[in-house]
């Protein structure tokens, strides 16, 4: 049998919430997931879409891990992953840019794979860019939890 000599103490464990300002951020390998709501009740719809890990690229948060879930199951959700996927891949957030995202990306590989967490080409593509986030916090549904609220996103 192997033996692993793992030091955990050499790494963070800890998800960053990030205080109220703005980061830029590594974007790292997007997972496909679908689950429940919370509190969903039998037959409710599930959520599905794309997490991608994130890391703190400069400054004084240098280094902090966080995430950032792309939503596909309802069409206002997938407009917002959209707006991250345009930013990352260096679009601006104008009709103009967005017509030109859309030609390129119309009819390229959007796919998601719940099962296996596998994510089609375009989601991938974002891998390894880098984004500025605008940043606040909130409160999480239980009233106690600090949670990350992402209020916009713009290219490098």
């Known amino acids: 049998m192997p ?24 974007i790292g390998e997007p997972k496909g997931f679908e ?4 509190n969903a009740a039998p037959g409710d719809p599930l959520t599905a879409g794309v997490r991608y890990p994130q890391t703190v690229a400069e400054g004084p948060e240098k280094g902090a891990r966080t995430f950032y879930t ?17 930013t990352a891949l260096g679009f601006h957030l104008t009709k103009e840019d967005e017509k030109r995202f859309n030609d390129q990306y119309r009819g390229s590989d959007w ?45 490098v």
């Open 3 to 26: 033996r692993y000599d793992a030091d955990p103490t050499s790494l963070t464990a800890v998800i960053a919430v990030l205080d109220k300002g703005e980061y830029e951020l590594l």
């Open 70 to 86: 792309c939503y596909i199951h309802t069409p206002d959700a997938l407009a917002f992953a959209k707006q991250y996927v345009m």
């Open 111 to 155: 796919s998601v794979d719940p099962e296996s967490g596998g994510v089609g080409d375009v989601w991938r593509e974002v891998t390894g860019k880098r984004v500025i986030a605008v940043v606040d916090t909130t409160l999480a549904d239980d009233g106690v939890t600090l949670q990350q609220k992402w209020i916009k996103f713009r290219p």
């Open 35 to 38: 689950k429940a709501k919370k």
